[in-house]
Nanobody
């Protein structure tokens, strides 16, 4: 059974930083695509970043230069370092997994965590 568990969310002032972590239980890291999504109230879930097991990364234009996705295969953990946070980054952040990095829509990912809240105040 695959289980993704996120942690690291919280409240921070604009310009601050947070690091999210996602630990994957029961999921093979031999071939994978790990993604971070976010969803604000009243808005659709959008991909923030993803990384494959060759360490190729993709980012949404809105976070390029501010967020960094990385993974530690030995720990089966994926990270999202978020710097220079803005109030518009406020959302529930979700970790997701799928065997191959293809599309960036939520439907392209098979497994999901429960989410961790990030709140950025101005």
């Amino acid at each position: 059974q695959v289980q993704l568990v996120e942690s690291g969310g919280g409240s921070v002032q604009a310009g601050g930083s947070l690091r999210l972590s996602c630990v994957a239980y029961g999921y093979s890291y031999l071939r994978n695509c790990m993604g971070w999504f976010r969803q604000a109230p009243g808005k659709e879930r959008e991909e923030v970043a993803d990384i494959d097991n060759d360490a190729n990364t993709r980012y949404a234009d809105s976070v390029k230069g501010r967020f960094t996705i990385s993974q530690d295969n030995a720990k089966k953990t994926t990270y999202l370092q978020m710097d220079m946070l803005k109030p518009e980054d406020t959302a529930m952040y979700f970790c997701a997994a799928t065997p191959w990095c293809s599309g960036t829509s939520a439907s392209a990912f098979s497994f999901w965590g429960q989410g961790t809240q990030v709140t950025v105040s101005s």
